[in-house]
């Protein structure tokens, strides 16, 4: 019997089916969706607070690696794993939004840190506070025991990753 010429073969939807168990049953994967989640979330609330449509989520993922003294966009590609010239986009756009600027380096002249604006500062103060808003609705979805106990556990998760992550660095050629 000939296969249906737009058939998958048996094998692939197996693999499909395979992938997708475990998708549903992998908690790193559930944590890249909820954080995901989370930053679609607070832009929707951030747009809807402040009637800025320019702000992404792409934007937003780019804030925690920005360090509160700067930081230089070779360290922010680093951190966010994605290259410079898609960083300095990211930069760009946030400079254009008044939230953060280039200055010099002060340990190298030749080199410059993307730090917050004060209007930067103000915005990552608000952006925190809705962030709070946010977890306390967790709380009242999750109950109070289980986001205590996931706020005592994802700072080990954090710090177990940051030393898998540096044992990598040491391993790799």
């Given at each position: 019997m ?61 804030l ?64 925190l ?45």
């Amino acid at each position: 019997m000939k296969a249906h010429p737009g058939a998958r073969p048996p094998a692939a939807s197996t693999d499909v089916a395979l992938a997708d168990k475990k998708k549903k049953n992998n908690t790193a994967h559930s944590l890249l969706r909820a954080a995901r989640l989370l930053n679609e979330l607070a832009v929707a609330r951030t747009r809807q607070r402040t009637g800025e449509k320019r702000l992404r989520p792409s934007h937003t993922a780019l804030l925690p690696h920005l360090d509160l003294a700067g930081t230089r966009l070779t360290e922010l590609a680093t951190r966010m794993g994605i290259s410079k010239q898609a960083t300095s986009e990211l930069i760009s756009d946030l400079e254009e939004l008044g939230m953060v600027d280039r200055r010099p380096d002060p340990q190298d002249g030749r080199a410059r840190l993307v730090c917050f604006t004060s209007a930067g500062r103000r915005a990552l103060l608000d952006g925190l506070s809705l962030l709070q808003a946010i977890e306390g609705e967790l709380t009242h979805e999750l109950g109070a025991r289980a986001m205590a106990d996931l706020a005592r556990c994802l700072p080990k998760l954090e710090a177990a990753l940051d030393r898998m992550v540096r044992q990598q660095e040491r391993l790799a050629p």
